[in-house]
């Protein structure tokens, strides 16, 4: 009697399951089978349409350079999005801190940023992406006699900032050795790490100690320099997603092994971290001699076209001097072109295709246009005439919006806003340091002044031997 009601309860356990099979539509062998049915991890874990980057404004991720964004991070990031087919947000953040905070919030997908990998970041950043391995090391002038091991820093002067991860690091390297090296703190409000790789160049001071990737680009300004001596253990960093979101940070990684990307980050390391930075290529392609009473092969162009703005023909061809050294085929690190050095998107804002950027009449003709451009756009802010020209030659170096962000800066520091030399042009150099770049008045962050700062020099100092020699 039991076995016969233990078989009837098997009974109808099946043909209820059986009813239950058929009302889903199939035998659960079709369901098992008909897997497009069901969301694989795939679909449910796919690049958003848009996806929202965190960054900070820095010399290496993020900034803004003749009106064209631009970084290391800012255009990998961009290959990314380019690759995926989606589109890509960026949002900037103050400082490191906040960028943490942001992910942390849902606020960003993706710190694209070098974030350190470490015990403080481990809750809250899941590391992605390519990961970079950077080391402190000593910049010194380039020499025979260079220091090429730590112990040959006892009885040297080291300057840092003061109280930074340098000044940290040379007081426990310093005890390491037992003592001799002659550390140098410097406050940071009136020196940062780059300005103290400037005055290592232009023997100011002899020695400073800054992170490898920050030496690289610099050294890409100054290549007197020598920053193959590391002073501390390696740090390891990388882009980071939220930690919930490993799924995203699994899909970069497989993005960023790929053949291409690979190929894509050599060419942005080369762009960003080795090809000269200075003005007009460094080489002196062409003698600046005026004895046979001409500045260069062009100057029936610049006598041509400077008319049109009010300026002295002179002042144009110290322009095309500063800028490419009368060389229109080159090429800046930054993609300008031709003899005045026109950035494409600035060609074509002016009419200028990119099939005839680099011919010498059309790219004169096309920076006079921009000159004429900046002359009104800086006229209320600065209303005598020549005085107006310096900012002028600085918008045209480093794009307008930095010159506005300078002269923000110069009211709020005390400085005249409307004159160049002593004013403005130190307010500019101001755009490098934190401090000043994240101020909320600062609309357009980092910028990397001294370049422009040493422009205007360049451009006005030729001019005025011009005028001196050439009729």
Not at 381 to 401: C, H, M, T, W
Request: aromatic fraction near 10%.
């Amino acid at each position: 009697m039991n076995r016969l009601r233990y078989l009837l309860h098997i009974l109808a356990v099946a043909i209820v399951t059986a009813i239950a099979v058929s009302a889903c539509g199939g035998s659960a062998d079709a369901d098992s089978n008909d897997s497009e049915s069901l969301p694989d991890s795939s679909d449910i874990h796919r690049f958003p349409d848009t996806l929202r980057v965190g960054t900070l404004y820095s010399p290496t991720s993020y900034f803004i350079y003749r009106e064209t964004e631009m970084g290391y991070d800012y255009d990998l990031v961009n290959r990314l999005a380019a690759d995926k087919g989606i589109a890509v947000r960026f949002i900037i953040a103050n400082n490191l801190t906040q960028a943490v905070e942001m992910l942390d919030s849902g606020k960003i997908d993706l710190l694209a940023y070098e974030v350190p990998v470490t015990a403080e970041y481990r809750d809250h950043v899941t590391p992605c992406g390519v990961e970079n391995i950077t080391h402190q090391v000593l910049v010194q002038p380039r020499s025979d006699t260079c220091i090429t091991d730590v112990t040959q820093l006892v009885g040297k002067e080291v300057y840092v900032e003061n109280n930074s991860k340098y000044f940290a690091r040379m007081q426990n390297l310093n005890n390491e050795l037992g003592g001799g090296i002659i550390i140098k703190p410097v406050e940071r409000d009136t020196m940062i790490t780059e300005d103290l790789i400037a005055m290592v160049s232009d023997g100011e001071i002899p020695l400073t100690v800054v992170d490898s990737d920050i030496a690289s680009v610099n050294k890409t300004y100054f290549r007197d320099l020598d920053i193959t001596l590391e002073v501390s253990f390696p740090q390891r960093s990388a882009w980071g997603v939220a930690p919930g979101n490993q799924w995203l940070a699994d899909s970069i990684n497989a993005w960023a092994s790929g053949e291409s990307p690979r190929r894509q980050r050599a060419a942005l390391l080369k762009r960003y971290y080795e090809l000269s930075k200075q003005q007009g290529g460094g080489a002196e392609i062409y003698n600046l001699d005026f004895s046979k009473g001409r500045m260069s092969p062009f100057d029936h162009l610049f006598r041509r076209y400077a008319p049109k703005i009010g300026w002295d023909w002179r002042l144009l061809a110290a322009v095309g001097y500063a800028e490419s050294r009368y060389d229109s085929a080159q090429v800046s690190w930054a993609g300008a072109r031709g003899i005045m050095q026109l950035m494409p998107a600035t060609a074509k804002a002016f009419g200028l295709g990119p099939d005839r950027i680099t011919e010498n009449e059309p790219n004169i003709s096309a920076s006079v246009e921009v000159f004429r451009s900046l002359d009104r756009s800086l006229s209320n802010a600065v209303k005598d005439p020549q005085e107006r020209i310096k900012f002028i030659l600085a918008a045209y170096n480093s794009g307008l919006a930095h010159i506005l962000d300078a002269i923000v800066i110069a009211k709020k520091t005390g400085r005249k806003a409307d004159i160049w030399d002593g004013n403005v042009a130190e307010a500019l150099l101001l755009k490098s340091n934190p401090e000043y770049y994240n101020d909320p008045d600062c609309r357009y962050g980092y910028f990397r002044g001294r370049q422009t700062y040493e422009y205007v020099k360049t451009v006005m100092a030729c001019y005025d031997k011009a005028k001196k020699q050439i009729r």
